[in-house]
């Protein structure tokens, strides 16, 4: 298995700023996620992009995928300040069985 | 709401005790996996299970163990507790349906355990 790793730790803004955060992983993978966490609250997918993708839209997410640089970002739009939580991506390597390894993580807060 | 159930949500107890973490999974689901979520080690993968048998071990102690019974829900026993376990322990179903096929984890909301 592998593990992505997100940059920045942490980010804070202000509302209707973008945020950017991105990933990068070691070796080939078959797809990469994008989870969301609120503060002691379970992971919830947001957006699920395939590595023979470049780039996957759902709402204001944004998410790109560069195989060659091994490496993904997540681009939220006209942030909010319910947008605030934690973003972490999730690498499922190329070839091996489905278990998915999770970065510790970006802390984004979004101040109103 | 995931689909993913967790009981109980909190937990705390002393050091040297033992706890049993239980997790049903999305209705059809029949992976489940296990992990743990501390401060400073991230979220960490210890056990994945596919139908009722173990598919995949990660970074879990020896004094940890699990299993899936027939009906899919699965169960994280945790003995001779140690204050360094005080972590959220999730675990999560694979899902075998909807937009993303087969390629998605839903995760339940986790159980906080804190040994003292």
């Known amino acids: 298995s592998q593990q992505g790793e997100e940059d920045p730790q942490a980010l804070s803004i202000q509302e209707g700023e973008n945020a950017t955060m991105n990933c990068s992983y070691k070796t080939s993978i078959n797809n990469l996620q994008w989870y969301r966490q609120n503060s002691g609250r379970g992971l919830v997918h947001l957006i699920l992009?395939?590595?023979?993708?470049r780039e996957k839209h759902s709402g204001r997410l944004r998410v790109t995928l560069d195989t060659s640089k091994k490496s993904s970002s997540l681009l939220i739009t006209a942030s909010r300040a319910a947008d605030t939580a934690s973003y972490f991506c999730a690498t499922d390597a190329a070839g091996g069985s489905y278990i998915p390894t999770f970065g510790r993580g970006t802390s984004l807060i979004v101040h109103p | 709401d995931s689909g993913v159930t967790q009981t109980p949500k909190h937990l705390i107890t002393a050091t040297g005790q033992r706890v049993t973490l239980r997790c049903s999974p999305r209705?059809?689901?029949?992976?489940v996996y296990w992990y743990q979520q501390s401060l400073d080690q991230g979220l960490q993968f210890l056990i994945q299970?596919?139908?009722?048998?173990?598919?995949a071990k990660g970074n879990i102690l020896e004094r940890f163990s699990a299993q899936q019974f027939p009906d899919l829900h699965s169960e994280l026993n945790l003995s001779s507790l140690e204050l360094g376990d005080s972590a959220l322990y999730f675990c999560?179903?694979?899902?075998?349906?909807?937009?993303?096929?087969?390629?998605?984890?839903?995760f339940g909301p986790g159980t906080r355990l804190t040994v003292l």
């Open positions: 992009i395939r590595s023979n993708e």
């Open positions: 299970y596919y139908n009722g048998e173990e598919r």
């Open positions: 999560a179903s694979r899902g075998t349906s909807g937009v993303h096929g087969t390629d998605t984890q839903y």
């Open positions: 209705s059809g689901d029949l992976s």
